[in-house]
């Protein structure tokens, strides 16, 4: 219980001291503030009297000038009512002295202006001629170019279209003669290209212009149709190329296009789609069937990759739409 007493008296004498210090230093800036108001007071009141003197001496000024504005308007009125005065004089004397000196002038005047009018037509006219004149012999040869300019574009414009005839006729005579050879010839293509031995072939004569194209030549840089007898059979791959270093690489041409041919044929996307995915299907089937023929183990050296020509690249394309990976399928055969 003193324990309790004794806190809250230190805490009453602690909160006294706090509050007399604050109180003080608040004195202290409300005196700071009074003195630093004073000053300024006595500054403003300065200032003040400063003014009232300088309004003295402008009302003072504007007095003067106000006396001297109104006796210059007094003088500025006597003159301006002797002017006045003098113009009416002068009036009166000129009307007097000109009334018979005007119509005699008049009438001079008149008759001076009706020569002198003459005269100007006179010129005039003659001056509107001699310029017409020139105007024409100076657009004359202008005149002649442009009718056989006029002429020229007559005879150009009947030549095309004399030219357009003539090549609507050749181009209809064409669709009319050729149209239907393309037609029939295009319908043999699809027709041989249906046939395996057909399509074979075609593959093998791409897959040697390919490689003629590209500057190699036969039993120096490639070999056709080199045969290999093993336990399986006689494998024959299409061409072998030649590399630096004893090294080579067989290629196979293959051409898987009866799905292909059912795509462009189909009537719908339906069916377009599925044989697409017949053809990938297909093309993936020969990568297989071509790493069974284990190229590696039959010719030496062994072979560094076996190719698989497609001769189209919309063939390939179009298969790797279906089947993204075929590449990759490609890749884990050791086909390319």
């Avoid at 500025?76 to 009307?95: I, P, V």
């Avoid at 050879?181 to 399509?199: F, G, N, S």
């Avoid at 791409?206 to 039993?219: C, D, K, N, P």
């Amino acid at each position: 219980m003193d324990a309790t007493w004794i806190g809250a008296v230190f805490g009453f004498i602690a909160g006294a001291l706090v509050s007399w210090l604050w109180s003080s230093a608040r004195a202290r800036e409300l005196a700071v503030r009074g003195t630093e108001s004073e000053q300024r007071a006595a500054a403003l009141g300065a200032e003040l009297i400063d003014l009232r003197a300088r309004q003295s001496a402008l009302a003072e000024d504007n007095a003067r000038l106000a006396e001297r504005l109104a006796a210059e308007q007094r003088q500025g009125a006597e003159k301006l009512a002797l002017l006045e005065q003098a113009r009416e004089q002068l009036g009166d004397t000129f009307k007097a002295l000109s009334a018979d000196a005007l119509k005699a002038s008049s009438e001079s005047f008149l008759r001076l202006a009706q020569e002198n009018l003459g005269r100007f037509q006179q010129g005039a006219t003659a001056e509107l001629v001699a310029r017409e004149q020139a105007i024409e012999k100076l657009t004359q040869p202008i005149r002649e170019r442009l009718e056989k300019f006029d002429g020229k574009l007559d005879e150009i414009e009947k030549a095309r279209i004399g030219a357009y005839q003539a090549l609507d006729t050749q181009l209809k005579a064409l669709v009319d003669t050729h149209l239907p050879q393309l037609h029939r010839e295009t319908a043999d293509l699809v027709k041989a290209l249906r046939q395996p031995q057909a399509r074979g072939r075609w593959g093998e004569v791409q897959l040697r212009r390919v490689v003629e194209l590209a500057g190699m030549l036969e039993h120096c840089d490639f070999e056709e149709q080199v045969s290999r007898t093993t336990d399986t059979g006689r494998q024959r791959p299409d061409l072998i190329v030649k590399l630096p270093g004893g090294r080579q690489v067989v290629v196979d041409a293959k051409v898987p296009l009866d799905a292909y041919l059912i795509a462009i044929e189909a009537q719908d996307e339906a069916g377009r789609q599925k044989a697409l995915i017949g053809h990938a299907r297909q093309l993936k089937d020969h990568i297989g069937q071509l790493a069974k023929k284990s190229y590696f183990d039959q010719f030496d050296p062994t072979p560094e990759f076996v190719v698989l020509f497609v001769p189209g690249e919309a063939f390939f394309s179009a298969a790797l739409m279906q089947d993204p990976m075929l590449i990759e399928f490609a890749a884990e055969n050791r086909v390319i």
